[in-house]
C-alpha cells in the first residue's frame, strides 16, 4: 500500500444548508457577472493532510456534474509550517513518502525571491506540494467534502514536487482529467480518468514539459479529439495556446500554435487555455487567461472554428474578466483570475475560478454577451 | 506552384571517383575513431540556393542507405551576404517566399550577442535561415548532390526560420524524418516521410515547443513505436532526454525522462539524443551529445533495455568523443561535435557528425569499445 505522511480527510466545516439567494455583483470594466457569496471556498475551510501544515492555497477548480451534484477538484496547496530563520518545503520520493527539506534562511545558495519558487543551489523546488480534493455542491455555492471521495494524491517521480489545475471532461460516461504534474525533471499534462471518483486509472504524461493548461475538447469533431494546451519555450516562442489531435485521447500528434501573446495588451506575456471549449453555433467558445508582465491575470475569449478548431475566428481584444474585488486583488499571489472548470447552463456559463492564488470563486458569463464582444461589427 | 527565392540546385563540385583509402586518426581522451579525409564537406564545397547568400554552415546530417549508396540528409544554413554597418537576415513567409530582413547594426533595440540568434525589440530570429540537401556516396566518404533528389526545403509557417537537424530511420520500406522545424512561434519536432527521396508526405509537427533530437526507434519494442526526444523547460527541469511512445508514429504519449544532466560533468548543461537506438545484446545503445557551460558538445552513450527503453540500464561517465580536432574546435560555432546519422556495420557504427557547427566529419565507432565503457566491472 502507498505510505503517505497525510491525514485522514475530515469532513468539511462547511455547512450543507445554508441557503442562500444567488446574488450578483456586478463590477466595472468586465462583463463577469461575479456571485455575492465569493470567496466560496478559502485556505481555512478545509484541514491539511500533511503533519504540521498549513493549506497555503486554495485554487484553481475543475468542474464536473456527478450524481445531480456540482463537484469541484480543488488545487489544494500545503506548506510545512515556517520556523523562523528558517525555510522548509515538501518534496514526495519515489516511494510516494513526503520528506521536509529545511534550511537557513541565510543560506547563500538560497533564492528565495519569487513567493512560489525556492531556488538552492540552481536547483528549483516549489514552496508548496498540490494535490486535487473533490468538494461537492446541491447548490453550486455551499461546497463540502465527501467521505466517499478522498483526494487524489500525487504518485509517481513525476509528481514528486505535487499535481495541480485540473480540467475536467466527461465524454463516453467517463470524467477524463487533464492536469499539471510538477516534478524536478519538468513540469507536464498528466491524464487521469475515473467513472466514479473513486478508482483513478493513470494514463502517464501527454504532453511533455514544459506544459500545462490542457484542455480536452468534450466532443470529436469528425474523426478526431482535440485538446488545447500550453507549451512554454526558453527561445524562440513563449507561452502560448496550442492545439493538437488524437485518436484515443493518450496519443497527441500535430500540434499548431493558435494564440500567441499580443505585444502592448492585457495578455503581453502569457496566454493559457481554461476549461474545455464551449459549443456554441457561432463557434467553439473558449475562456482563457492572459497575463500582462506585472503578472495581472485576466480572462479573455477565443472563438474556435466547428469543423476545424486551429481556426481561430475571433479573440478578445479586451478582457471579458479583470481582477478588481478585493478577494482578486489581495492574497498568495494578488492580481489574479484564473480558470480551469464551468457548468454551462443554456446561455449561462457558471465560471468557478481561482482569485489571486488563494481562494475559490465563481462568476457566472452569458454566452451571448461575450459572443457580442467577440462579433461586435467593427471588428 | 510554391515560389521560391532559391536558385537550381547546382551539380556538385565534388567528383566521384576519388577513391581515397580510408584512414583513422586516433586522438587521445576519446575512443572515437576519426577518419583521416576530415573533413568530408564544407559550406565552400556547395552554393547557396538563396540570391546574394552564402552558406555559413553546413551541418548535423542524418544517414541513410539508398539503392546502394550512402545518403547524408544535410543541414544547410544560409545567410545573405553582409553589408558593412548593416546586420540582414532571411525569414519566410506563410506563402513560402523568403524576405530579408535589415536592420542597422547600431540599432539600440538589436542584440547580435549570439552568434546563432538576432534580438529585435525582444523578438528573436536566426542569423541563417538552415533547409535539408540530400547528397550521396559510394564509399561513405565522397559525397555528391543528385539532381533526382532536390533539397527538401521549409515549408509553412511553422517553419519559417528553416528546418533543422534530421533523423532519418528506415521502417518497413519507408524512410522517416524527425526534424527541428524553427518559426517564431518555437522550435518543434516535424516528421515527414518518403519512399524514394523525391515525394515527401507532410505529418506536422509531432512534438511540440520546444523540442527537438528525436530519434525514432528503428523497430518497435512489442506492440509500441518509441522515440527520443528532447523537450527544454524554462523553469523547473532543463534540456534533458525524454522517451515518447506510439502506436502509428503520428501520434504520441506516455512521455518519461529518461536522462537529466548531471552536475560537474561533461554533460552538465544539455543532453540530447543522436540517431536512432542500435539494438545490440546488451540492450538499445545510443550515443547523444552532452553540453557543459561553456558550450563545449561531446558525445557519450546511455544503454536502454531491450524490452522497456524508458529504463536506462548504464551511461557514460566520461564521454567517448570530445572535440580536439581542429576542424572540431574552430568554426562557426566551435568546441563542437554533434552527430545525428550513422550507418551500422556489424561492430562498427560510422558516424556522421557536425563539427564546430560548420562542416561534416565522419568517425567510427566499435560497438564492443562503447559497451566496455558502459559495462566495465567497477561500475
Known sequence: MTKYYWHESPNSNHSNDKKIAKMEIMLENDIAHRIEQNPLLKPADFSPLMENSIIECLLNPGVFEYEGRVGLLLRVAERPVQKEGFVSFPVMDENNTIHILEFEESHPDLDLSDARVISYKGKNYLTTLS???PVFSDDGINFYEDPNHPP?????????YGIEDCRVVKIDDKFHLTY????????GV??????????????????????KDCAIFEEKCGETYYALHRPSSPELGGNYIWIAESKDLLHWGNHKCIAATRQG???CARVGAGAAPIKTEKGWLEIYHGANYDHK??????????????????????PIMVPQA???????FGNVVFTNGHI???DQIQVYYGASDEVVCRTDFSIDEILNTLLSDDK
Not at 153 to 159: A, F, I, M, T, V
Not at 190 to 211: C, L, Q, V
Not at 309 to 317: D, F, Q, W, Y
Open 131 to 133: 494535490y486535487l480534493k
Open 180 to 187: 499539471t504534474k510538477v516534478s524536478s525533471t519538468g513540469v
Open 190 to 211: 498528466g491524464y487521469i480518468s475515473t467513472s466514479d471518483w473513486k478508482n483513478y486509472e493513470r494514463h502517464g504524461m501527454i504532453f511533455p514539459a514544459h506544459n
Open 326 to 332: 478585493e478577494y482578486e486583488l489581495t492574497g498568495f
Open 265 to 267: 495588451k492585457w495578455d
Open 152 to 160: 487524489l494524491l500525487p504518485e509517481g517521480k513525476d509528481e514528486a
Open 344 to 346: 454551462v447552463k443554456g
Open 297 to 318: 491575470y485576466c480572462l479573455g475569449a477565443l472563438l474556435l472554428d466547428l469543423e476545424d478548431p486551429s481556426i481561430v475566428l475571433a479573440r478578445s481584444e479586451e
